[in-house]
């Protein structure tokens, strides 16, 4: 039997309460409004609203319209939405990885999680004024979509920057990005099709293995020093095995391990990629995080014929959340601008403005040298903490600069296990295995030391230490 | 030879200027700054300097450094870049089709190649605004990179709107995107693999087709009504014959025959993709630009199955600069969110906070019905001019909202003949070889009637015509 009109439209209105549609508080539409949407009669709204009041969901304020009732959620229980996704305990590694990304926006307790920079340095009130000052100008109001390629005066600065690591480029070399996350996945889209073999570092940031997974492709994971970064025999040998289509990695600041590739290993790379005939997909993000001297120079300083695909962002250097990155494409060049075409045409413009104008100011070098000062401090503090607090088995990478340390526990150790645990007690790390697709770092952990140091992450760090010393003695 | 080192230095710097990394005008680098990042000596600067000042590119100013000579470039012919890339008269289709996104921004002549909105009515302040007052408010300045599904403040907006098409969703059920593009890219990158075919409506919006392409798909173009959109018994007979893994389509004032499909065809239509078990992704872009009466239902408003993914953007009816769009992938949504998290990780999330804005505020619905009204009349005058002008066996598309009119000529007529034809005169039209990969349309053309009429374009659509007439006598 069908259901009256009135009853049919209070039904969608409490399953529109239920789905967040309109929060408690919040004004539902005008009974005009509501009659013309659904095209029933100004009766049949008044009738549903009325009997929707009569049931507690709503209420009508004398010449403002209808509310939903602060109570409303109370009275019939949960909403329904809460219910639909437990989160298993067991998650599969995609979840559990984009489980740990999100971790760091948590409010409560001690986040280690995430490779993201502390936004309390001065630069982010500077780069808020100039969100504002440049909204005011009305960057915006050009005709069209902006340029594929992206903004020129970005471009330009990006270019002028690339000089500190070696790289000459011209302006019209370089394409913007949504990050260099989105750089990496259209250089990986235009290299590569499903089943093509990536070598990348091992361990390697979640973030690229999950990227590779997803488009359908193979990675084979290179033996990385903690000093010296990917190992250049190791490629070799790779390289005469199996039909490498593209190297993917991160030489200056490798994530997780923060090695720096050396200038010579840079040069016989080079040469490998000129032999086999090959690209490499650079991801210079932690490129100018150094703690001390000079910056890296990029592998793309030493390429001669367009192989390399130099990508990066002010994701660690601004803030993520501009998502403002980049890529030098070399010789790929037309192939990844069509790929960013097709993707989204172009990106707003208005991040990559701001990002301009802050790099054009002298305040964006004086953050730099602050911030890295301030990180190897904190990395300093990290290290303290745990020959303090974990056992005494433990051995931590000892970073040149970046954003993260690297901690490798006895075999018996379980990474993912002491994830679980931590994170019951609003405690958050990264867990070995999802550094890897051979489980080979399941008795691993990352810890970033971008935020300050509090008592409370203090007392986390020795947290995790006594979580570490109890599996060791029930393992 | 080794050339010396302040030869070598200098050399960098002059290419530097013809790479646009610093203009006419601009500040150098410090002699300190150049002796640091270049590790050379200030000696070497110093010489490199005056020998770069002696030859006319750079002047000193006391006590600010160096800077680029006004007339360094004239002195040196024009800069080689310049010449790096030939325009061809014959381009390909992909280089023919960004060149007419691009056209749009031309600041020159009249543009009617892009389907772009006017940006001059009253919302463009209001969204500045709502820029201003939102980067003072320092929406950015929360930790990590935004969520992976987006703002909840504008994916409860979205949901709101989503109505209006019949579509009852709830805010988790949403993902925002950089425009529609980039929801329809992520849809098909999670539904496809290289080799599948996409059904699309014929005549198609060449982006689609050049994502098709890109992604290494095939499409197979099903005849579409110039009233009613694709043709249901066509499709019918492609699904028999053909593997066809998804349809692609843009139900609600099409691009660019600016049709509607009625609603018993989207039923058959949802039986169809019930019987063959596939998706259909749906892109509303227009569905909200009506010259009259409702907006049309979404096709998702008859999907019970969650097999339609619906995407759709506030390009065409705020300001496509703010690449905003969203998607609703029903049980796709997994896929969806993963495709997105490795493609770029999050989207900026201050224009996804000023999109949000807008909506709640009463003006936009306001902005809605005046822009509506003044497209509607502007489509119209095109129309009119059209017969006044057009050669009198020209065929036109009578769109029911959107932003475009189809034009059919004779067969003798080659409309990217036509289209260089115009170019020369600074006068934009998308070309109709564009809008298939199977030739069938190289005797049409789209153009767009957003901008407000000026005498500028009223001749522009004369000068058209008069093309129009001289090929007709000449072919």
Same mark, same amino acid.
């Given at each position: 039997?069908?259901?009256?009109?009135?009853?049919?439209?209070?039904?969608?209105?409490?399953?529109?309460?239920?789905?967040?549609?309109?929060?408690?508080?919040?004004?539902?539409?005008?009974?005009?409004?509501?009659?013309?949407?659904?095209?029933?009669?100004?009766?049949?709204?008044?009738?549903?609203?009325?009997?929707?009041?009569?049931?507690?969901?709503?209420?009508?304020?004398?010449?403002?319209?209808?509310?939903?009732?602060?109570?409303?959620?109370?009275?019939?229980?949960?909403?329904?939405?809460?219910?639909?996704?437990?989160?298993?305990?067991?998650?599969?590694?995609?979840?559990?990885?984009?489980?740990?990304?999100?971790?760091?926006?948590?409010?409560?307790?001690?986040?280690?999680?995430?490779?993201?920079? $502390?936004?309390?340095?001065?630069?982010?009130?500077?780069?808020?004024?100039?969100?504002?000052? /440049?909204?005011?100008?009305?960057?915006?109001?050009?005709?069209?979509?902006?340029?594929?390629?992206?903004?020129?005066?970005?471009?330009? /600065?990006?270019?002028?920057?690339?000089?500190?690591?070696?790289?000459?480029?011209?302006?019209?070399?370089?394409?913007?990005?949504?990050?260099? /996350?989105?750089?990496?996945?259209?250089?990986?889209?235009?290299?590569?099709?499903?089943?093509?073999?990536?070598?990348?570092?091992?361990?390697?940031?979640?973030?690229?293995?999950?990227?590779?997974?997803? &488009?359908?492709?193979?990675?084979?994971?290179? *033996?990385?020093?903690?000093?010296?970064?990917?190992?250049?025999?190791?490629?070799?040998?790779?390289?005469?095995?199996?039909?490498?289509?593209?190297?993917?990695?991160? *030489?200056?600041?490798?994530?997780?391990?923060?090695?720096?590739?050396?200038?010579?290993?840079?040069?016989?790379?080079?040469?490998?990629?000129?032999?086999?005939?090959?690209?490499?997909?650079?991801? $210079?993000?932690?490129?100018?995080?150094? &703690?001390?001297? @000079?910056?890296?120079?990029?592998?793309?300083?030493?390429?001669?014929?367009?192989?390399?695909?130099?990508?990066?962002?002010?994701?660690?250097?601004?803030?993520?959340?501009?998502?403002?990155?980049?890529?030098? *494409?070399?010789?790929?060049?037309?192939?990844?601008? @069509?790929?960013?075409?097709?993707?989204?045409?172009?990106?707003?413009?208005?991040?990559?403005?701001?990002?301009?104008?802050?790099?054009?100011?002298?305040?964006?070098?004086? @953050?730099?040298?602050?911030?890295?000062?301030?990180?190897?401090?904190?990395?300093?503090?990290?290290? $303290?903490?745990?020959?303090? @607090?974990?056992?005494?088995?433990?051995?931590?990478?000892?970073?040149?600069?970046?954003?993260?340390?690297?901690?490798?526990?006895?075999?018996?150790?379980?990474?993912?296990?002491?994830?679980?645990?931590?994170?019951?007690?609003?405690?958050?790390?990264? *867990?070995?295995?999802?550094?890897?697709?051979?489980?080979?770092? /399941?008795?691993?952990?990352?810890?970033?030391?971008?935020?300050?140091?509090?008592?409370?992450?203090?007392?986390?760090?020795?947290?995790?230490?006594?979580?570490?010393?109890?599996?060791?003695?029930?393992?």
């Amino acid at each position: 039997m069908q259901k009256l009109l009135y009853v049919q439209l209070g039904d969608q209105i409490t399953d529109q309460i239920r789905q967040g549609l309109y929060k408690v508080g919040e004004r539902l539409p005008s009974v005009r409004e509501l009659s013309k949407r659904e095209q029933v009669s100004i009766a049949t709204v008044n009738t549903a609203y009325a009997n929707l009041e009569q049931r507690g969901w709503i209420e009508a304020k004398p010449k403002s319209g209808y509310f939903v009732r602060r109570s409303c959620l109370e009275t019939v229980g949960l909403p329904e939405t809460s219910n639909l996704k437990p989160k298993p305990r067991h998650m599969s590694v995609n979840e559990l990885a984009m489980e740990v990304q999100r971790g760091v926006s948590n409010k409560k307790g001690s986040s280690f999680c995430a490779a993201v920079p $502390d936004l309390n340095f001065p630069i982010s009130k500077i780069i808020q004024r100039t969100y504002v000052s /440049q909204a005011r100008e009305g960057i915006t109001f050009d005709q069209g979509y902006g340029s594929p390629e992206g903004l020129y005066e970005l471009r330009q /600065q990006i270019a002028r920057r690339a000089l500190g690591a070696g790289i000459q480029i011209g302006v019209d070399e370089l394409i913007t990005t949504a990050g260099a /996350q989105n750089a990496l996945a259209l250089a990986l889209r235009a290299l590569t099709k499903p089943g093509d073999i990536v070598a990348v570092e091992s361990p390697c940031y979640f973030g690229l293995l999950q990227m590779i997974e997803s &488009f359908g492709l193979k990675s084979i994971e290179i *033996p990385t020093d903690a000093k010296d970064g990917m190992s250049i025999d190791a490629l070799k040998l790779a390289l005469q095995q199996w039909p490498i289509k593209v190297v993917l990695s991160i *030489p200056a600041y490798s994530n997780p391990l923060g090695c720096v590739m050396p200038n010579e290993n840079k040069q016989a790379l080079m040469q490998l990629l000129q032999q086999y005939d090959i690209a490499m997909i650079e991801d $210079d993000i932690y490129g100018e995080l150094q &703690f001390e001297g @000079h910056r890296p120079k990029a592998v793309k300083a030493f390429d001669e014929e367009g192989r390399v695909l130099w990508c990066s962002s002010v994701s660690k250097t601004m803030d993520p959340k501009l998502r403002v990155g980049w890529i030098a *494409p070399g010789k790929y060049y037309a192939k990844i601008l @069509h790929q960013k075409y097709v993707n989204s045409i172009s990106l707003p413009s208005l991040p990559q403005s701001v990002a301009a104008q802050v790099m054009a100011q002298g305040q964006f070098d004086r @953050h730099l040298r602050q911030a890295r000062e301030t990180y190897r401090q904190r990395a300093q503090h990290l290290i $303290d903490l745990a020959q303090m @607090h974990f056992p005494s088995e433990m051995r931590a990478s000892s970073p040149q600069g970046g954003l993260v340390v690297w901690f490798e526990m006895p075999k018996k150790i379980d990474g993912t296990q002491l994830y679980y645990q931590c994170r019951e007690r609003e405690v958050r790390i990264a *867990p070995g295995e999802l550094f890897s697709v051979t489980g080979l770092y /399941q008795n691993c952990f990352r810890m970033s030391f971008a935020k300050p140091w509090t008592l409370e992450s203090e007392q986390a760090v020795a947290m995790i230490g006594l979580q570490l010393k109890e599996m060791m003695i029930k393992n």
